[in-house]
Antibody, heavy 126, light 107 residues
Framework: EVQLVESGGGLVQPGRSLRLSCAAS????????MHWIRQAPGKGLEWVSG????????GYADSVKGRFTISRDNAKNSLYLQMNTLRPEDTALYYC???????????????????WGQGIPVTVSS | DIQMTQFPSSLSASVGDRVIITCRAS??????LNWYQQKPGQAPKLLIY???SLQSGVPSRFSGSGSGTDFTLTISSLQPEDFATYYC?????????FGGGTKVDIK
């Protein structure tokens, strides 16, 4: 059974940092790209960042580019999101999400988000 | 970025009704369109991928169609467990983008 368990969220002041982690199990982690997707309270889904299976290709939403860094440790079956210079508009539930493909990057290819964690809340407020 | 527009944004329906949700892309995305269901307090769940392929374990009353810019998600006979919010997502080009969601509630 695929399991994605997020941790590291919480309440943080604007301008501070937070690091999210996602522990993956039930599948061969280094066979798949991974993503972070967030959902602000009462709002829709927003893709935040993605990473290919071997970390060769990374991508970010414009809203977090230059502030957030995605990484993974395939030996530990773990995905991370380092969030710096946090803003109130970063307040959301952050989901760790498995990709159906090993690839992340440019071009057109078939993929979808087939497994989601339960999400971890991040609140940015003074 | 490709913009995804869903309509309606909400609808009320009864058990047994046929429900159709529409999603429109701002650019041609061929069949690179996925549908997700989200129930309150839960993570989204994949229903349909590549516009019309049913994810394993998803009931056959769910179906998807469309290509190019216009897509539909159809629930042939609405069941009590189908009351939820539905999102479309394009996977034609990065960044992936989602529609604003369609909330299906009980009439």
């Amino acid at each position: 059974e695929v399991q994605l368990v997020e941790s590291g969220g919480g309440l943080v002041q604007p301008g501070r940092s937070l690091r999210l982690s996602c522990a993956a199990s039930g599948f061969t982690f280094d066979d798949y790209a991974m993503h972070w997707i967030r959902q602000a309270p009462g709002k829709g889904l927003e893709w935040v960042s993605g990473i290919s299976w071997n970390s060769d290709s990374l991508g970010y939403a414009d809203s977090v580019k230059g502030r957030f860094t995605i990484s993974r440790d395939n030996a530990k079956n773990s995905l991370y999101l380092q969030m710096n210079t946090l803003r109130p508009e970063d307040t959301a539930l952050y989901y760790c999400v498995k990709d159906s493909s090993d690839y992340y990057g440019s071009g057109t290819y078939e993929y979808y988000f087939d497994y989601w964690g339960q999400g971890i809340p991040v609140t940015v407020s003074s | 970025d490709i913009q995804m527009t869903q309509f309606p944004s909400s609808l009320s329906a009864s058990v047994g009704d046929r429900v159709i949700i529409t999603c429109r892309a701002s650019h041609i995305i061929r069949s690179h369109l996925n549908w997700y269901q989200q129930k309150p307090g839960q993570a989204p769940k994949l229903l349909i991928y590549a516009a019309s392929s049913l994810q394993s374990g998803v009931p056959s009353r769910f179906s998807g169609s469309g290509s190019g810019t216009d897509f539909t998600l159809t629930i042939s006979s609405l069941q009590p467990e189908d009351f939820a919010t539905y999102y479309c997502q394009q996977s034609y080009s990065n960044p992936p983008t989602f529609g604003g969601g369609t909330k299906v509630d009980i009439k």
